[in-house]
């Protein structure tokens, strides 16, 4: 028994992961995002559809970078949940916030 839970202890730990899409082929952005919401997501993701209108978020630019990323914590509440709920965070960064710390 003491296998088991370790294993799965093990297993949700390891399991973070994140998509990232670039709408231009630039360096990765790793400041702070300009929009970040976390999302609910069902049965270890697989159902549920959530979308994030960037045209909203970045309103007089484009969006420079978008990711999905299923964190430290998102893990941990679909460990704890046993799968049932698995939320995601997302995160969009504009290009303007970008032109800003280059200079």
């Not at 159902?47 to 964190?71: F, H, L, N, P, Y």
Request: glycine content about 6%; proline content about 3%.
């Amino acid at each position: 028994m003491k296998s088991l839970i370790m294993g799965f202890v093990v297993l949700g730990l390891s399991a973070c992961s994140a998509v990232t899409i670039q709408p231009h082929a630039i360096a990765k952005i790793t400041s702070k995002a300009t929009y970040e919401d976390s999302r609910p997501f069902y049965l270890w993701g697989l159902v549920g559809e959530e979308r994030v209108d960037v045209k909203e978020i970045c309103t007089d630019t484009q969006a420079a970078q978008m990711q999905s990323q299923q964190t430290f914590s998102d893990g941990a509440l679909g460990l704890i949940t046993l799968g049932i709920y698995s939320p995601h965070t997302i995160k969009v960064w504009c290009e303007e916030q970008n032109t800003q710390e280059a200079l």
